[in-house]
């Protein structure tokens, strides 16, 4: 199949006209050898061939996310809703925190003055915990933090 012709399957595939449809530039040899329309299917669902979004489908898109969020749907004060979550941010110290302790860096007492320090929002960031840890001549290394970020990744999937 010519590549004019599965630009001509594609647009019909997807709906739209031939002018929207892009290929990618590394994937053309695989294009053209496309033979039969299921071929050109499997291409659009690789993503090698796409459709541009269209003025209007932009403008729908936006105007989706606008609604529900008036004051009716709001909790809380504007400065409640600003930023990263009380939750979110413990939860990402509460995991550091239990790492070291499962690696033994941290003992029962430091761990739980640490722990009631997070719970009391005493800091605004996982950098600044380590931070304090290390004044406290708790030292974490780069490998070990790694170790800590992929178990963190692999706990809330």
């Not at 010519?2 to 031939?18: D, T, Y």
């Not at 002018?19 to 690789?46: C, H, M, Q, Y």
């Not at 925190?97 to 033994?104: I, S």
């Amino acid at each position: 199949m010519s590549v004019r012709l599965a630009r001509r399957v594609a647009a019909e595939e997807l709906g739209r006209g031939e002018a929207s449809i892009r290929f990618r530039p590394e994937s053309l040899e695989e294009i053209g050898k496309a033979i039969t329309r299921d071929d050109v299917r499997r291409l659009i669902k690789d993503g090698a061939i796409t459709a541009v979004k269209t003025k209007r489908e932009l403008h729908k898109r936006r105007a989706r996310r606008k609604r529900y969020r008036g004051p009716g749907k709001r909790k809380g004060t504007a400065n409640a809703r600003r930023g990263m979550s009380w939750e979110k941010k413990t939860r990402a110290q509460r995991t550091l925190l239990d790492q070291l302790r499962r690696m033994g860096k941290l003992d029962r007492k430091v761990f739980r003055r640490y722990y009631l320090l997070t719970k009391g929002n005493a800091f605004p960031d996982k950098r600044s915990l380590l931070l304090h840890l290390s004044d406290d001549g708790i030292k974490v290394s780069e490998e070990e933090m790694k170790q800590i970020n992929e178990f963190a990744k692999k706990a809330y999937r």
